[in-house]
C-alpha cells in the first residue's frame, strides 16, 4: 500500500510551473514537422496533381507537380482547386494566389472571403471582404458584381449569388458565358439551392405581413413556381430519377427550449432534452413536383408521418419517426423507420412494410457502425432494399405485392448495378453479388477475408433519393484485419484484376484517372513519413513525391507486432522500441490502450499526431521508452474484465523481451481507453503508474446520463455500441457493477495523473472529479488536471494542449525514469496549505 501523503488539486493554468525550457523544447521540435496531407486532385486532363503540405497547426502550401514524374515543382499558398489545365487557384485565411502552369505566372488577390470555380465557363470568381464578386477568366479579364448578401451557392459548375439592389433582391447567374439576373424579389431570401441536374433553383423567402412564407422553384425554362410554406420553415428537396421530379419538405423545428422557470421533461416523450430541436418538427408538410408538366401536388399526409422518396414517381415510404424509440441506439445514427407504409400517392392509399432497421458494417478497429442509409433504392424506382431486422436484407417491390429475402448475414452496403438487374454488396469477407433474376446470391471472389469498400461509389448526401448504382469499371478496396494491409482491384469486362497489390503501407487518400489507367495514393508507414506514389497497369510503382519535413530520423524506428492470446481470442499487438535501442540496456514502457489498435501499426509516428489522443508515441521512443499498444476486445466478461484480460496478457508477452524494465511500466488511454485504465488500474499490481484522460469511472451513473455531444440518454453506448455489455442494468446489474473502477478505487496502489476538459459534453468532467475524489479519500497518489475552456480532446496546437502534453510527458519521465525535479508533482511529497 501506498503511504499516507497529501493531494494536490491542479486546475491547468493557474500555477506557474518551472522548467519552461523543457515546454519550449518540446514545441519547437513539434513544429520542424511537416508532412502531406488530404486528397491529392488530379488536374482534368491528368496532368498535373496537387497536393497539401501540413505543418503542426494549419494547411500552409499545396504543391502542383506533372503527375506521372512529380517534377516542374510548383508552390501555392493554402487549399488549391485546378481551373482546368491552365490555372491552380490557393486560398489562405483572406488571402489567393492564382498560378498559371502554362507560364509560371502568379497573381496575388487580398482581403477575399471566397473562391469559386467554374470549369465549364473557363472562370474563377473572387467574393471580396467589401461584398463585391469579380468574375476572372484564364486570361485574366475581370468582371464584377457589387452588393453580394452572403456567400454564392456552387454546385454541378453552376454559381448563383444573391444582390441586394435598393428594396429587392435579386439571383445572378454568375455561369454562364454573359453573367445575368435570373431572379428578382421584393422579399428577403433566407436559401437558396441548386437540383443535382441543375435544372432548378430553389428559392426560399420570408414574406413579412403575411401568414406563410413561400418556396419559388426557378426553372432554367424561366417558368417559376410559388409554393407557399408554414411561416419560418425550413426547406430541403429530394430529386428523384436524376430530375424527373422531386419530393419537397417545409419543416418547422422547435426553435427553441422551453423558457421560464422549469423545463418539462416527460418519461413518454421519444424526444428529450435538445434533440427536440435537433430532430422533432413542430409541423411539416411535403409536397410531389413534376417539373417537365408544372405539377405540385401537396401529400395529403398526417404530421406525424416522415417521408422518404423511393426514387419513384408515385411511390413514396412513409414512416412514423421515433415510434417506440427507446434511445438503446446512437441518435446520431439513423433511426428506425418504424411502422413503415409504402405510400400510393396517384391513390392516396398505403401498403404495410413493416420496422426497417439500419444495418451496421465492420471497421477497421474490428467495431460495427451504423450505414447512414437505411433503404437503398434501384435506378428505376421499382424496387428498394431494406431490413427488417438489421441483419438481413430484404427486397421491396413498390408496388407492395412481393419481397424477397437475402438470406446471409453480414452484408453490408448495397449497391445495384445500372441496368438493375444485381445488386453488389460490401461486406467484411470479399464482395458479393445478387442476381435478380436468378435470386442467386454468390461471392466474386475477388478479396476473400478482407473488408471490402467500392471507392468509386462514394455515397453522398446529396438531396438525391437515395439510389446507388455503379457501373463498370468498379474499384474495389480490400482490407485484411489479420495483416494490416490494403489491397486495390478493377473489376472492368466482367473481369478483375489488382492495380494495388497487397501493401503493409496505410493508403490515406487515392485518386485516378478518368480512364482508370492511373491511380495516386497518399501512404506512409511508421517509419515512413507520407508521400505521394503512382501506380499505372503501364509500369512498376513509384514514389513521385515526398515531405518528411526534415524527418530524418524516421527510418530508424524498430516496431515489432507480437501475438497473444486473450478471453479466448488470438489478438496482436505493436511495440515500439527506443530509437537509440542498446540491447545491453534495460528502458522503461509505456502502454497505450483503446480497443483493437493493430490497424495503427502503419500510421507515421509524427509527434503532431492526433491519436492516440494526449499520448505522444515519437516523443516517447525518442526519450528512451518502450511503448506498447495492445489489442482489446470484449466478452461476456465486460468491458473492463475483458480489457485487464488482454493488457495482462499482452503485458506478459512483451516481457519475454529482457530489454524492457519490468519494474517501469506505466499505462495510460483517453476517453474509452481512460475508462479502461481507470478499471485496470483498481484491478492491476503491475504498473508504476497511469495517466487517464476524459474516462469513465462510474458506469451505472453514465449508463443513466445524459450525452450532450451525442444529444441523448447515454445508456445505448453500453447495451449496443462501445462497451458492448449487451444488456441493461435492470437485466444485469452485477456486470455493471463489477467492471465500474469506482466501486473498487481504494485499490489503486500506484500514482494516476487525471485530466479532462470542463466543457466536455461526451465523457462528463465530473466523472474524472469522481474517480478523483474517489483516489483523495483512501488517501491515494493523484493529481487532476482539469481544463476549464476545453473539451473532450484538445486541438493541436493550442496553449491547453501544449501544457497537457508538458506535464504527461514529466509525468512518465518523474515515475519511469526517476526524474524527480519537477515541482507541480514533488507538491505531492509536499503537506497541503
Not at 411539416?284 to 399526409?301: A, D, H, R, T
Request: a positive charge; glycine letters at 6%; charged letters at 25%.
Amino acid at each position: 500500500m501506498l503511504s499516507i501523503i497529501k493531494i494536490i488539486l491542479i486546475f491547468a493554468g493557474c500555477i506557474c510551473v518551472s522548467g519552461q525550457n523543457y515546454q519550449d523544447t518540446i514545441t519547437a521540435w513539434k513544429t520542424k514537422f511537416s508532412q502531406l496531407a488530404g486528397a491529392p486532385q488530379l488536374a482534368p486532363a491528368g496532368q498535373w496533381i496537387a497536393i497539401n503540405k501540413i505543418s503542426r497547426n494549419a494547411t500552409d502550401t499545396t504543391y502542383i507537380a506533372k503527375s506521372l514524374s512529380g517534377k516542374h515543382l510548383h508552390k501555392i499558398v493554402g487549399n488549391a482547386t485546378f481551373l482546368n489545365d491552365q490555372l491552380v487557384i490557393g486560398k489562405n485565411r483572406d488571402n489567393v494566389e492564382v498560378l498559371n502552369l502554362q507560364n509560371g505566372s502568379k497573381s496575388v488577390h487580398e482581403n477575399i472571403s471566397n473562391v469559386y470555380v467554374l470549369p465549364a465557363a473557363n472562370r474563377y470568381a473572387l467574393l471580396t471582404k467589401a461584398k463585391t464578386m469579380k468574375l476572372y477568366d484564364q486570361n485574366g479579364k475581370l468582371e464584377q458584381l457589387n452588393n453580394i448578401e452572403g456567400f454564392g451557392i456552387n454546385k454541378l459548375n453552376r454559381l448563383y449569388v444573391v444582390r441586394k439592389v435598393e428594396n429587392s433582391r435579386e439571383i445572378w447567374d454568375l455561369s454562364s458565358e454573359h453573367k445575368h439576373c435570373a431572379y428578382r424579389t421584393p422579399h428577403a431570401i433566407r436559401k437558396i439551392d441548386i437540383s443535382i441536374s441543375g435544372d432548378q433553383l430553389f428559392v426560399t423567402e420570408d414574406i413579412k405581413g403575411e401568414p406563410n412564407d413561400q418556396l419559388v422553384i426557378v426553372g432554367t425554362n424561366g417558368n417559376n413556381t410559388i409554393i407557399p410554406i408554414p411561416k419560418l420553415a425550413e426547406t430541403s428537396f429530394t430529386e428523384i430519377q436524376k430530375g424527373k421530379a422531386f419530393l419537397l419538405q417545409a419543416k418547422v423545428k422547435y426553435d427553441e427550449e422551453q423558457k421560464g422557470d422549469v423545463e418539462i421533461w416527460y418519461g413518454n416523450d421519444t424526444y428529450l432534452g435538445k434533440d427536440k430541436l435537433f430532430f422533432r418538427a413542430r409541423s411539416q408538410k411535403f409536397w410531389f413536383y413534376n417539373p417537365n408538366e408544372s405539377i405540385v401536388k401537396e401529400l395529403p399526409l398526417t404530421k406525424d408521418l416522415e417521408v422518404k422518396a423511393l426514387n419513384n414517381e408515385r411511390f413514396f415510404l412513409t414512416y412514423i419517426p421515433r415510434k417506440n424509440f427507446n434511445y438503446q441506439t446512437s441518435n446520431l445514427s439513423p433511426e428506425d423507420l418504424n411502422d413503415a407504409n409504402i405510400y400510393d400517392s396517384f391513390l392516396n392509399t398505403f401498403i404495410p412494410v413493416g420496422n426497417l432497421k439500419a444495418v451496421r458494417r465492420l471497421n477497421r478497429r474490428k467495431v460495427r457502425k451504423t450505414i447512414y442509409e437505411q433503404i437503398i433504392c434501384s435506378p428505376d424506382g421499382s424496387k428498394f432494399l431494406g431490413s427488417p431486422d438489421g441483419i438481413k436484407w430484404t427486397i421491396f417491390y413498390v408496388s407492395g405485392k412481393t419481397k424477397r429475402v437475402i438470406d446471409k448475414e453480414g452484408l453490408e452496403l448495397p449497391v445495384f448495378s445500372q441496368d438493375g438487374e444485381n445488386i453488389i454488396f460490401e461486406s467484411s469477407d470479399d464482395l458479393w453479388i445478387y442476381n435478380l433474376k436468378k435470386e442467386q446470391l454468390s461471392p466474386m471472389n475477388i478479396a476473400h477475408g478482407q473488408i471490402t469498400r467500392i471507392k468509386n461509389n462514394v455515397y453522398k448526401n446529396d438531396n438525391r433519393a437515395p439510389s446507388l448504382s455503379v457501373q463498370e469499371p468498379l474499384l474495389i478496396e480490400g482490407y485484411s484485419l489479420l495483416n494490416n494491409t490494403t489491397s486495390y482491384y478493377l473489376i472492368e469486362n466482367g473481369k478483375s484484376k489488382t492495380v494495388i497489390p497487397p501493401t503493409d503501407n496505410r493508403i490515406n487518400h487515392i485518386v485516378y484517372d478518368q480512364k482508370f489507367r492511373n491511380f495516386y495514393t497518399i501512404e506512409e508507414n511508421f517509419n515512413k513519413p507520407p508521400f505521394l506514389r503512382h501506380y499505372s497497369r503501364a509500369q512498376a510503382a513509384k514514389s513521385i513525391m515526398e515531405c518528411g519535413g526534415g524527418d530524418k530520423n524516421a527510418k530508424a524506428i524498430k516496431q515489432e507486432i507480437v501475438s497473444f492470446d486473450a478471453i479466448g481470442k488470438k489478438l496482436n499487438g505493436i511495440l515500439y522500441y527506443p530509437t537509440k535501442f542498446d540491447p545491453k540496456l534495460t528502458y522503461p514502457m509505456v502502454v497505450h490502450i483503446y480497443q483493437r489498435q493493430r490497424q495503427e501499426s502503419n500510421e507515421y509516428l509524427s509527434p503532431n499526431n492526433e491519436f492516440p489522443v494526449g499520448f505522444q508515441i515519437r516523443t516517447l521512443i525518442e526519450r528512451g521508452y518502450f511503448v506498447f499498444l495492445p489489442d482489446i476486445l470484449y466478452n461476456s466478461s465486460g468491458t473492463g474484465l475483458s480489457a485487464l484480460e488482454c493488457v495482462e496478457r499482452g503485458l506478459d508477452r512483451v516481457l519475454q523481451n529482457p530489454s524492457i524494465n519490468a519494474a517501469k511500466i506505466g499505462l495510460g488511454g483517453h476517453s474509452h481507453g481512460g475508462y479502461e485504465t481507470n478499471f485496470i488500474a483498481t484491478h492491476s499490481n503491475r504498473f508504476a503508474t497511469y495517466v487517464s484522460g476524459a474516462g469513465n469511472s462510474d458506469l451505472i451513473r453514465s449508463y443513466y446520463s445524459y450525452n450532450y455531444n451525442f444529444i441523448s440518454p447515454f445508456y445505448w453506448q453500453f447495451e449496443n455500441e462501445q462497451y458492448e455489455l449487451g444488456k441493461s442494468v435492470a437485466e444485469d446489474k452485477p456486470l455493471y457493477l463489477k467492471n465500474s473502477p469506482i466501486l473498487n478505487v481504494e485499490k489503486v496502489n500506484a500514482p494516476i495523473l487525471l485530466w479532462a476538459g470542463k466543457k466536455d459534453e461526451n465523457i462528463q468532467w465530473d466523472q474524472v472529479m469522481e474517480f478523483f475524489i474517489g483516489l483523495k479519500r483512501y488517501k491515494k497518489d493523484v493529481v487532476a488536471l482539469f481544463y476549464p475552456n476545453q473539451s473532450h480532446a484538445f486541438i493541436n496546437g493550442t496553449s491547453a494542449e501544449q501544457d497537457l502534453s508538458k506535464r504527461i510527458i514529466q509525468w512518465w519521465d518523474y515515475y519511469l525514469k526517476d526524474e524527480k525535479n519537477t515541482d507541480w508533482i514533488n507538491q505531492l511529497q509536499k503537506d497541503a496549505n
